[in-house]
């Protein structure tokens, strides 16, 4: 992904926190067969407040610890060992560790156990506790952009929200489905047209894989230097480039985060093919507003190269950082002599100027 965001936004997780508490506080006492307290004195004190009013929460529980009574100690044991696995969440991404997916847990506590967290997911909202994680990341990413594509832009914080993704898929990780650590705001495209319920941790030949770790990601680099002028497809505007999008430093991360959202096919036919005609001619009407007129392949390629650095200084926003790779690559086999990227771009910024002089 382009850019992380502060681990800060997922400090409010005391939800999430409670709810393992008690959970632990459920198999503790199932284990020694001893009495546990009642709604809603099972919640920790400090919680009890926001929640005793929260009966469907005590339903879900109720169920949970009923079936986990009816489970060998064997198998309560590998469930507890679940939910503290599904929520090293860091680790997991790193491939430092494993864990069980709910379809390796005991038939019987599966549902329970998704009932549960998912109300736990629904609180989040109804407590505001998600608004309040939206807005830290929302104030503190660059532009207001989906990090996962670049592209999507964010809306400012209110209702209807951005979508909020289940990185770790709750269809298989559910005990990590409410914990803010696991929950990261998406643009919708990202979200419900490439990931899915796709599993992070796992390609689809079932290869254990790392990933991103939305909350400590220090970004990545994006180069077009190797893209070919004149090699891609004949669109409809003209010639393309054959582009080669690589990003550096290269990493498994990258692979799986490009597999995952399609990263370099949706930059090649969304964005690149389709701009990049358009993109040119905004290189000729800025070369007219700054009344810069190239007569020399050098003057050419001074000017592409202050265009490409007014882009890089942008960053992310309106795709700046696309279309600074193109006019980076664009000076490049410029100033390596590629006559003919020349003469394009020449025609382009002197429309109806023949026999341009060139640099001796
Ligand atoms: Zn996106």
């Known amino acids: 992904m382009l850019f992380g965001y502060p681990v800060s936004a997922t400090e409010e997780n005391w939800l999430h926190n ?3 508490e008690i959970l632990h506080s459920i198999h503790a006492s199932v284990k020694t067969a001893t009495t546990l307290p009642a709604w809603p004195e099972i919640v920790p004190e400090p919680y009890r407040p926001r929640l005793h009013r929260r009966t469907g929460l005590k339903d879900r529980l109720n169920t949970y610890r009923t079936v986990l009574e009816n489970l060998t100690i064997e ?24 864990c069980d997916a709910i379809t390796d847990l005991p038939q019987p506590i599966r549902e329970p156990v998704k009932e549960l967290f998912k109300f736990a997911f629904d609180l989040l909202t109804d407590m505001e506790i998600r608004d309040r994680h939206y807005k830290v990341i929302y104030d503190a990413v660059p532009s207001h952009t989906c990090p996962f594509c670049g592209c999507e832009n964010f809306d400012a914080p209110r209702v209807p929200r951005e979508a909020l993704d289940h990185y770790l898929a709750e269809s298989k990780y559910p005990f990590a489905a ?5 929950l990261v705001p998406m643009g919708n495209k990202c979200n419900s047209r490439y990931k899915l319920a796709q599993d992070i ?30 090699a891609g497809t004949l669109t409809t505007t003209g010639q393309v480039p054959k582009w ?4 550096a430093p290269t990493s498994e991360e990258i692979l799986t985060w490009d597999k995952v959202f399609r990263i370099r096919e949706r930059y090649e036919k969304d964005v690149l093919d389709p701009a990049f005609k358009s993109w040119l001619d905004d290189f000729k009407l800025w070369c007219k507003s700054a009344k810069i007129a190239p007569s020399s392949d050098q003057e050419l390629v ?7 650095t007014l882009y890089e200084e942008m960053g992310i926003s309106d795709r700046a950082f696309l279309k600074a790779a193109v006019f980076r690559m664009l000076h490049t086999h410029c100033q390596q002599g590629d006559q003919r990227l020349i003469s394009l771009i020449m025609s382009i910024v002197n429309p109806g100027q023949t026999n341009l002089p060139q640099t001796p």
């Open 18 to 20: 409670c709810l393992c």
């Open 75 to 98: 198998e309560q044991e590998r469930i507890l060992q679940s939910l503290h696995d599904q929520n090293q969440i860091a680790l997991l991404l790193s491939c430092q560790c494993n």
């Open 178 to 182: 409410s914990n803010l650590r696991n």
């Open 201 to 230: 941790l796992f390609s689809d030949d079932g290869t254990r894989r790392k990933s991103f770790d939305p909350y400590n990601c220090t970004g990545i680099r994006l180069s077009l230097e190797n893209s070919q002028p004149f």
């Open 244 to 247: 080669q999008i690589e990003f």
């Open 302 to 308: 001074d000017g592409l190269n202050s265009y490409a």
